[in-house]
T-cell receptor, first 113, second 117 residues
């Protein structure tokens, strides 16, 4: 595709429900990042993949958050037993190398009710 | 660890006036510097970046920024704004050194630019 694609664009989950957010990076991009953007805040780093290897997960807020990229392309961010504080926009970004521009998807807006 | 401070949460300005959005950073290592713009319900789009070389960086849509190492600042400027520049602007840094560097971005809180007719 022409850009980073995320789905769904919007997700409403009941508290305690599990959710899965999908990211299709730009083809050939080695690096993939997930960020969490709370309302009125800047994005905050969650995790980083280089191909299929998850090299940095220091930003994941709890063990309820899990990310994978099994074949080095599509990535899924899973949140188990969602809580209200998980409500945010989840942004995915991909790049060719660490010095080059990171291209962002439009994000998934998660609302936990 | 790095941190980014955007000194103004909101900047109102009239159309065709100049604007400066301020950004200061803190880091114990050398960094790359970025400005991103976010339009409502959209992802982030890169405006410009500083990797090395000239400290004055020109970006898209007529924006430019100047890296000042001594003041640890990277302020964004535009000489004449348009209504269409109304958006959220984020300053960000990335650790530039070492093989362990992932390229992850540390963002500021954002500055809302409101261009009035």
């Amino acid at each position: 595709g022409a850009g980073v694609s995320q789905s769904p664009r919007y997700k409403v989950a009941k508290r305690g429900q599990d959710v899965a957010l999908r990211c299709d990076p730009i083809s050939g991009h080695v690096s993939l990042f997930w960020y969490q953007q709370a309302l009125g805040q800047g994005p905050e780093f969650l995790t980083y993949f280089q191909n299929e290897a998850q090299l940095d997960k220091s930003g994941l807020p709890s063990d309820r958050f899990f990310a994978e990229r099994p074949e080095g392309s599509v990535s899924t961010l899973k949140i188990q037993r969602t809580q209200q504080e998980d409500s945010a926009v989840y942004l995915c970004a991909s790049s060719t190398t660490r010095e080059t521009e990171a291209f962002f998807g439009q994000g998934t807006r998660l609302t936990v009710v | 660890a790095q941190s980014v401070t955007q000194l103004d949460s909101q900047v109102p300005v009239f159309e065709e006036a100049p604007v400066e959005l301020r950004c200061n950073y803190s880091s114990s290592v050398s960094v790359y510097l970025f400005w991103y713009v976010q339009y409502p319900n959209q992802g982030l789009q890169l405006l410009l970046k500083y990797l090395s070389g000239s400290t004055l960086v020109k970006g898209i849509n007529g924006f430019e920024a100047e890296f000042n190492k001594s003041q640890t600042s990277f302020h964004l400027r535009k000489p004449s704004v348009h209504i269409s520049d109304t958006a959220e602007y984020f300053c960000a840094v990335s650790d530039r050194g070492g093989s362990s560097n992932t390229g992850k971005l540390i963002f500021g809180q954002g500055t809302t630019l409101q261009v009035k007719p």
